[in-house]
């Protein structure tokens, strides 16, 4: 009877304190919903609407500071209220007594510019009708220099330029062979020199200008680095220059007009490997008798300065590719402690520009030649023939209407 007793004291304890565990749970719900209620109330009474509360957190960052939207609006309201200002201020002047001949017209704080003054109609118009406002000599030009593309020559080019587009291999090059035009290449290539030939032809005809181009330089430096190599070049090798040559092409005539090839003896590495032998046909004697890239380097400057390139005349350098400037210069002026020469910062990217111009993938200079309907004159992985190599593509270039620019920097 003890043992039924205390079994059914212990039930009803138990059951006791779950029924005062689930009202303590019950009561911290409420409590909780009660205060997020309290505060979403106090939130709605400072903002208007849900959606300008969730856009006010939207709109600032992580530390508090306002975010970039949020900036951009505040300084478009305030440009709006300064040119709103400025707005009033012109029609209270348009509204004041007009300015007496020995009166000095009075000056802005943010101008150096007289205040003119007008009569409210004047100001009024003018306010009201933008295209009675004045515009600049910059912005009529650049209207003037606009051309009129209605013109029903433009439809004729067309029109022209889809029948080339349809032409196969060998009508176009009948075609080009008709009007005595050089007929290697691929297809993109020559569909790019019938079009300009067309193009020009058809303009002239309409006494139009013809969109002839005129280079931007006087001469090209082709250039070309030779540096030292192995078959497996380790993560930390460097390359020293072991051939500097130069093309000079001249852009008027599109004839090179002189070269310069001079080798660079190497400090680091000054045992030329088989490799690099082999692939350059750069011999060991030629690099031990040559003088290093310092004297080298201040070789060309003079010859630069004889040929008046940077004084008389603009020219540009250009290479096949961005390694020789930045890779092999860049490397070999900190091994000898040079400062880099400002003329090679900025060059002709020849790859950029086949690719751009005739509208191709980025190729090597041997596939370049090809896709012009060339071979390769020299010997391969030579500077001096690369260098005349790359010249050859350059002259191409300008003779299908190409304007050569620079378009790679030193990074």
């Known amino acids: 009877m003890t043992a039924s007793t205390t079994i059914a004291r212990e039930f009803a304890n138990s059951k006791m304190l779950m029924q005062f565990s689930l009202s303590f749970i019950v009561t911290s719900v409420i409590c909780g919903l009660f205060v997020i209620i309290v505060l979403y109330c106090l939130t709605l009474k400072k903002f208007k609407s849900k959606s300008e509360v969730s856009k006010v957190w939207h709109n600032v960052t992580v530390n508090g500071r306002p975010s970039r939207k949020i900036r951009k609006q505040r300084s478009v309201r305030h440009k709006k209220k300064m040119a709103s200002s400025a707005i009033t201020q012109a029609m209270k002047t348009c509204k004041s007594e007009p300015i007496t001949e020995n009166e000095q017209p009075t000056k802005s704080a943010s101008s150096t510019k007289a205040l003119k003054r007008h009569s409210p ?19 009529s030009k650049v209207i003037r220099e606009t051309k009129d593309f209605n013109h029903p020559v433009y439809k004729s080019i067309s029109s022209q330029n889809g029948e080339i587009n349809r032409m196969t291999h060998q009508q176009l090059i009948s075609t080009l062979k008709q009007f005595n035009l050089d007929s290697s290449g691929y297809p993109d290539i020559l569909k790019k020199r019938l079009k300009l ?70 400090l680091l590495n000054p045992k030329l490997s088989e490799f690099c032998t082999s692939l350059t046909n750069i011999t060991q004697v030629q690099v031990d008798y040559a003088d290093t890239f310092p004297v080298v380097l201040e070789t060309v400057n003079r010859w630069m300065k004889h040929k008046e390139l940077g004084s008389k005349y603009k020219f540009a350098i250009v290479t ?17 402690k040079l400062k880099f020469p400002s003329y090679a910062k900025n060059w002709i990217n020849l790859s950029k520009t086949f690719s751009s111009f005739y509208k191709t993938s980025r190729v090597k200079l041997e596939l370049m030649l090809r896709n012009l309907g060339m071979e390769f004159e020299g010997q391969p992985h030579r500077g001096i023939d690369d260098a005349k190599n790359i010249a050859r593509i350059a002259v191409k270039l300008m003779e299908d209407g190409c304007n050569l620019v620079i378009n790679d920097a030193l990074t």
């Open 121 to 139: 109609e004047e100001c009024k118009d003018v306010f009201n009708n933008p295209s009675n406002k004045k515009q600049s000599p910059k912005k």
């Open 197 to 266: 030939y067309y193009m020009e032809s058809s303009l002239g005809k309409a006494g139009l200008d013809s969109h002839q181009t005129a280079q931007s330089f006087d001469y090209l430096c082709v250039i070309d680095f030779e540096a030292t190599c192995e078959r497996q070049n380790p993560a930390d090798y460097l390359h020293e220059i072991i051939e500097f040559p130069i093309v000079l092409v001249n852009t008027k005539t599109r004839l090179v007009e002189d070269t310069l090839m001079l080798f660079c003896k190497p």
């Open 320 to 336: 096949d590719g961005p390694w020789d400037m930045n890779l092999f210069l860049r490397v070999q002026c900190k091994l000898s």
